[in-house]
């Protein structure tokens, strides 16, 4: 597994909008200089503007040093709150929404399933501008062509996150098509069948092992995902100076809500 990197503190659980700090009722771009946060907010006070920027200083070298296990925890045990209904559903005002007009800085790529049922921002009590998601029915990583793929590279190339989960989860309609058809000779409609097709390799592979197929199908389908990210370009390709990343593995438990790390 690809990781490593810097060090670090968490803006979030300062509660500020990603891209963005608070001070007070002002909010600010991290990248802004001191001359353009004072021409921007009108302040009159050098003694203030110097504090704001060196804290703006601060929290951009916080910001540079974030690592995946931090972003790994931050989305757990925001996970953690989720299943405990205990969320604080963080930065989901329209003045959220505007702060991350000019640019994004989301701290984790997340590639899951195109199920109603799981929504990564609520799953990890995230707000808006803290995730990158992709989300396909069955969670496929691979097949996708350029349109996914694609995508995949802007997350890791140009926003530099430092984390990409691979998000399966239970009782997945799309597995459990492939589990259905594996033996069959009868083929769903039109894409369908390709689609089941490549969850197959995942069936197959969970067919002797112990245990609930469609479970471990679902499970295998994850680990597949993983293993395929690993060898795409952009991330074995990335630039030294952008940190590695690190992927990971994890199903989603409708009953509990609780995520579990599998690879
Ligand atoms: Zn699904």
Redo the contacts with the bound molecule.
Sequence with gaps: MLCDLLEVTSRRSQGFPAGCFNFGAMTMNPDLSRRDFVGLTGMASLGLGWTLTQQASANSVQEASRTPEDVLKDLLDGNARFASGAVSNPRRTPKDFSALEESQKPEALIIT???AR?PPELLFDQGVGDLFVIRI???IVDGSGIVVKGSIEYAITELNVPLIMVL??SN????KAAVNHIDKDDVPPGALNELIGLIKPAVERSKLRPGVLLENAIRENVIIGVERLKRLDAIVSRPATAGPVKIVGATYDLRTGLIQILA
Excluded: P, R, T
């Design positions: 399933c195109a199920d799981v029915a069955g969670n399966g989860h997945c309609g799309a597995v």
